[in-house]
């Protein structure tokens, strides 16, 4: 249910302008004199699992809308992302490059500009915002969009450069842009502001940084102690507004929006009468502490809740992309950025979100194994598709040529492979993978390679560990079973697959000492 009556504080701290990008260069292709190209809408959840979806087997949380667009359009059931954590992850998807390859390979808060982590500092000082950026001029999903005659837009989480880089939305190709900037001002649904484009838009909400405890003395099992945890202005029905707006004023041009909600990321925070819907549904719960984020009296039914929130508004969408006659001419694509997460305020092995795959700490979010990098990848395209379940193994990289294919333009250098012939039902012509390549220096360090069905799996690098762990992931969705002793062979063909994908990060943050080289 979207907020009504919502209210804008002052805006201040505005930054200079930001540059436009280039003129379109002699010899690039340009939009036809009659433009029947299809919008194309990207909606990005935030640690939202496989499992999480009703769609995908998910039984407690109801997800009907979703489920509606992957019943009708396609459900691929073997899509992968970039890497297993939001900026990486994030970085890979708007480039097309794996993590071998992509100027980010983890999350790098740049903690020498100084206490980043301090949201008071942060909220009087937008220097402290963001992540680690990627290079001025870069091409990007919104950049390439742009340039094929789209109008574009971001609206949500960015997680890769800070308002005063030159790595921001409105510099990397997106004309507007509307959300938190920096990934730890996302996890708060009650933020004291948003970015606007080069401007922060200040919200009737006050700061409670993540962290914040309950009162001394606060009774945890009374819903009344948890009260100041709600505020005003709810941050993912601000950004809903925006995806409504943003289609409706660009109705009668092309457009490319990403839509890159935080939902459902930590902390647990939802709105109260949906929450109670699943109370009524699980009954009772023991309250959590919610440790560097926020105590939850619900956890389970708040983070149902919160599924269940922006499937609501995904279907608000479909029902308003009808009313102004877009329905037919409109493809959306429905993924999240990595797997779940297993902490102290997380629901997410008592919902299954990984499955079929293992949930919990070390197995989803921030990890290389299935469950923290398979993800859900629902593609609808109003009545022009048929419905199908597709098993085509693909990655995050594929989009940028996927959309590139759909604007009619050539596509920058990538690692991805165009879906447009699966999308059209044309899977006779789509080209595979021969194999699909992540490294993940968080952590001690993990490299994974998917080759046909089997998995190698790569731990522990940082302390100096060269020994391959081989799945037979047709039979094996858990890993559970290490066949690298039997098959020496595919264990020989991983190594060689090593040797091709990676390259020095320039980061020093990102760099590990891969073998094989």
Known sequence: MMMKNLKFLSCAMALPSLTALPAQAAGEQKPAATD????????????????????????????????????????????????????????????????????????????????????AEMLRDSTLEGQAPMRAGTPTLGSEMKRAGYRTAMIGKWGVGGPTSESTPNKMGFDEYFGCICQRQAHCYYPPFLWENDRRVYLDNQLLPPGTPLDDGADPMDPRSYEKYAQNTYSPDLMYERVLRFVGEN??????????????????????????????????????????????????????????????????????????????????????????????????????????????????????????????????????????????????????????????????????ISLLPTIRGKQKRQKQHEYLYWEFPGGKGWVAVRYGKWKGLLREVKSGNERIELFDISTDLREEHDLAAEHPEIVEKMRQFIRESHTEPENPLFMMDIPFK
């Open 36 to 119: 029947k190209r299809p919008n194309v809408i990207f909606i990005l959840m935030d640690d939202a699992g496989l499992g999480d979806f009703g769609c995908y087997g998910q039984t407690r949380t109801e997800t009907p809308n979703i489920d509606a667009l992957a019943a009708r359009g396609i459900r691929f059931t073997d899509m992968y992302s970039a890497a297993p954590l939001s900026s990486p992850a994030r970085c890979g998807l708007l480039t097309g490059m794996h993590s071998g390859h992509a100027q980010i390979r983890a999350n790098d808060e740049m903690t020498h500009r100084g206490d980043v982590w301090n949201h």
């Open 251 to 416: 109705r009668d041009n092309p457009f490319f929006l990403m839509w890159t909600t935080p939902i459902p990321h930590s902390p647990m925070q939802a709105p109260a009468d949906e929450v109670q819907y699943y109370v009524r549904k699980f009954g009772d719960e023991s309250p959590i502490e919610g440790r560097g984020y926020f105590p939850s009296r619900w956890p389970h039914a708040t983070y149902a809740a919160m599924i269940s929130h922006i499937d609501r508004q995904i279907g608000g969408l479909v029902e308003e992309l009808k009313r102004l006659g877009l329905w037919d001419d409109t493809i959306i694509f429905i993924t999240s950025d990595n797997g779940p997460a297993a902490n102290s305020c997380s629901s997410t092995e008592w919902f299954q979100s990984a499955a079929p795959f293992r949930s919990g700490k070390g197995w989803g979010k921030a990890s290389l194994r299935e469950g923290g990098i398979r993800m859900p990848f629902i593609v609808a395209w109003g009545d022009r598709i048929a419905p199908q379940v597709c098993d085509h193994i693909g990655y995050f990289p594929d989009v940028m040529p996927t959309l590139c294919d759909i604007a009619g333009i050539d596509s920058p250098k990538t690692d991805g």
